[in-house]
């Protein structure tokens, strides 16, 4: 299985090369990350301004809707237009909508960037029960962390950014990323939505943290299992377990640590066979700081 959808590291558009000094004075040239405003648009009301990478809007504007929702699985959407020149995105629905009250509760939540959640964070999650079918073997795990970790990405190109996958068994499908997690997470949404992808045989990994916010986002897409490089928050896990919801962190190398929905992993893999992840696939340093690392 080949991956779908991922970001182009030498899309122009998507960074930028500045001067500047390092620590010892030197003069250095480096890439850095390039953030847009991006407002959003439901029919005729406005609903936020995103900063964003905006390699993929539409996507973006979709999921946003979906995970606040402000849009259903089941709704008709007549249309999705982007006006670069503008930074505008508009959905149209074929029912009408008034998300006027919605829009006056706001919660920040804890995803980077400052994500903001609209209306009752946790509207329509009490009862959600995630199916039992799926299971995630450790072989799948150990080798699609690997594929992650190798896949050529913004983050290693200029850093700053936070990156998303969906996947199936041990194969990502589509790659997102951005400058917040939230919209990696809204961006593989809304691909979800437009290609009616079905989530119940789905990973989702996360290069964030395992928040309310994550857990929230990743129950309301139905996939059933999340996995990340990152750790956990105690409502994250309670929230997880709630909604039956496999939810695994800490995944470096040969370890990780499942904190809810356990009964899912298939313990197959044999550990003396699995390497310890190389310093070249870390993904907390840009290009530069790995060439420095290398250098030292």
């Given amino acids: 299985m080949s991956l779908r959808v991922q970001p182009d590291p030498t899309d122009p558009r998507l960074t930028r090369r500045l001067t500047g000094l390092d620590q010892t004075g030197r003069a250095i040239e480096t890439s850095v990350t390039v953030e847009r405003p991006l407002t959003l648009y439901l029919n005729g009301q406005e609903i936020v301004t995103m900063m964003t990478i905006l390699d993929r809007p539409e996507e973006l504007a979709l999921g946003y809707l979906l995970n606040q929702g402000m849009l259903r699985r089941a709704d008709r959407v ?79 190109e200029a850093g700053a950014i936070h990156g998303c996958a969906l996947c199936r068994e041990d194969e990502p499908i589509v790659y997102m990323e951005d400058v917040g997690r939230h919209n990696a997470v809204d961006k593989i949404a809304g691909w979800m939505f437009r290609e009616q992808e079905a989530p119940e045989d789905k990973i989702f990994y996360t290069t964030g943290r395992l928040t309310s916010e994550m857990v929230i986002k990743t129950v309301r897409m139905g996939i059933p299992i999340l ?24 995944c470096k190398g040969k370890r990780f640590m499942a904190l809810a929905g356990e009964q899912r992993l298939v313990f197959d893999a044999d550990l003396a066979h699995v390497p310890e992840e190389s310093a070249k696939h870390w993904r907390k340093n840009s290009a530069e700081a790995m060439g420095a690392a290398d250098a030292g």
């Fill in 78 to 156: 007549t249309g999705v237009e982007y006006d670069e020149d503008l930074a505008v995105v508009v959905v149209r629905t074929e029912a009408k909508t008034d998300f006027e009250a919605k829009l006056r509760k706001k919660t920040l939540t804890s995803g980077c960037a400052q994500g903001t959640a609209f209306g009752d964070l946790m509207e329509d999650f009490a009862g959600v029960r995630l199916p039992e079918a799926a299971q995630l073997r450790t072989s799948w795990l150990y080798r699609l962390l690997h594929r992650i970790n190798t896949l050529p990405s913004l983050y290693l």
């Fill in 227 to 250: 996995l990340s490089r990152s750790g956990f928050t105690a409502w994250g896990v309670e929230l997880a377990r709630e909604a039956n919801l496999t939810l695994i962190g800490r």
